[in-house]
């Protein structure tokens, strides 16, 4: 017979169940709300410009009551951004959150966010010499 202690003890040592983001979910309901648009009306909005890619009434359903959805790419995230009226950046972040578990950048200005977003746009080479160029404007923390 195993001590209770010793039960107690392994109980710790196994892994918790994971934690259950809705940051993706809790923004498209939100929105939806502030817009004051139904469902119906919502799914008719969220078309991509680009591709002309629509999100169907029933994945956004299955979204914001918390069902198993497959992640949102591109273009339906764009098309979501149309019907939010919101930055493709802010769903972006939202699905990052939610369905990849990476939090987005906070920082203490806007600029800094927006210049991160284009910092990917530029290649390898010209990041190295922007971020030395930065560092001679602010050295580098030393630790």
């Not at 196994?14 to 983001?21: A, D, I, N, V, Y």
């Not at 009306?41 to 299955?62: C, L, N, Q």
């Not at 009551?65 to 493709?88: I, Q, R």
Request: proline share 9%.
């Amino acid at each position: 017979m195993i001590p209770m202690a010793a039960y107690d003890d392994q109980a710790a040592d196994r892994p918790s169940t994971p934690e259950r983001r809705s940051q993706f979910a809790d923004l498209i309901r939100r929105r939806r709300a502030e817009l004051n648009v139904g469902l119906d009306a919502f799914a008719k909005r969220a078309i991509d410009p680009v591709s002309g890619k629509k999100v169907t009434r029933g994945w956004i359903y299955r979204l914001e009551t918390g069902e198993p959805v497959t992640p949102p790419e591109l273009p339906e995230l764009m098309a979501l951004a149309a019907a939010c009226d919101l930055p493709l950046e802010a769903l972006q972040d939202a699905a990052g959150q939610q369905f990849h578990g990476v939090d987005p950048l906070v920082s203490g200005s806007t600029e800094a966010k927006a210049y991160v977003h284009k910092l990917d746009r530029l290649p390898a080479d010209q990041r190295e010499r922007l971020l030395r160029l930065i560092d001679t404007l602010v050295p580098p923390d030393e630790g």
